[in-house]
């Protein structure tokens, strides 16, 4: 299957400082990327859908403006979890998918970045 | 509301016993299913899925699932564990690519 790489795969950060945690499609565009979130022993969670080239569509809860995500280029998406506290801690999980015209195609997952505000 | 439930949140089995994780599903139409494998820290790795055609799916890893619309069911099948199978399984399906998600179960597998 396909690869996405996400990075990094852990990072400590303080509380109040800002972390971006990068999606990279490695050998296939992705037009659209999924960001997810899991609370530890929980299911993931949706929170963002961002297409190449426009605004992300953040589900319902999800403050936009706390998780900021950048799609500018069919291989890379950001997050950017800005002002961090220690409630933001979690794993952060994306995933990638190209879309044939008319065609589902299944969505690759990156390997998780675990965020810990201390 | 579109949902995927796992009603079993921890699973145990012996080494080489048979195993059957549930997944139900509520959809307006026939969704796109699958199930992912996840260990501990990690990121999440397809093991199978279903889109159409042949209720039967054949995986990675010894692993099968089948698609039964009358029971809104696509439980995960494996004829003998082993103990590298050990991990979180989770149950997710889609019309649109964005996937919801199972609470998921944890499989332990004992000697």
């Known amino acids: 299957g396909a690869v996405v790489s996400q990075h990094p795969s852990w990072v400590i950060c303080k509380s109040g400082t800002s972390v971006k945690i990068e999606c990279r499609s490695l050998?296939?565009?992705?037009?659209?990327m999924f960001w997810y979130r899991q609370f530890p022993k929980q299911s993931l969670m949706l929170m963002a859908t961002?297409?190449?080239?426009?605004?992300?569509?953040?589900e319902q809860g999800v403050e936009k403006d706390k998780f900021l995500i950048n799609h500018a280029s069919l291989t890379l998406s950001t997050l950017t979890v800005t002002s961090a506290h220690p409630e933001d801690s979690s794993f952060y999980i994306c995933?990638?998918?190209?879309?044939?015209?008319?065609?589902?195609?299944?969505?690759?997952f990156g390997q998780g970045t675990r965020l810990t505000v201390v | 509301a579109q949902s995927v439930t796992q009603p079993d949140i921890h699973i145990t089995v012996s080494e080489g016993a048979s195993l059957e994780l549930r997944c139900n599903y509520s959809?307006?139409?026939?969704?796109?299913l699958f199930w992912y494998v996840q260990s501990p820290g990690q990121g999440l790795q397809l093991l199978l899925k279903?889109?159409?055609?042949?209720?039967l799916v054949q995986g990675i890893k010894g692993f099968e699932a089948e698609f039964k619309r009358s029971q809104s069911s696509f439980n995960l099948r494996k004829p003998s564990v082993h103990w590298s199978d050990a991990a979180e399984y989770f149950c997710?399906?889609?019309?649109?690519?964005?996937?919801?998600f199972g609470k998921g179960t944890k499989l332990s597998v004992k000697p």
């Open positions: 995933s990638a998918r190209s879309q044939g015209a008319g065609k589902f195609t299944e969505a690759f």
């Open positions: 050998d296939f565009q992705a037009t659209t």
């Open positions: 961002s297409n190449e080239g426009s605004k992300a569509t953040y």
């Open positions: 959809y307006g139409a026939t969704p796109y």
């Open positions: 279903y889109f159409s055609g042949d209720t």
């Open positions: 997710a399906g889609g019309s649109q690519g964005n996937l919801i």
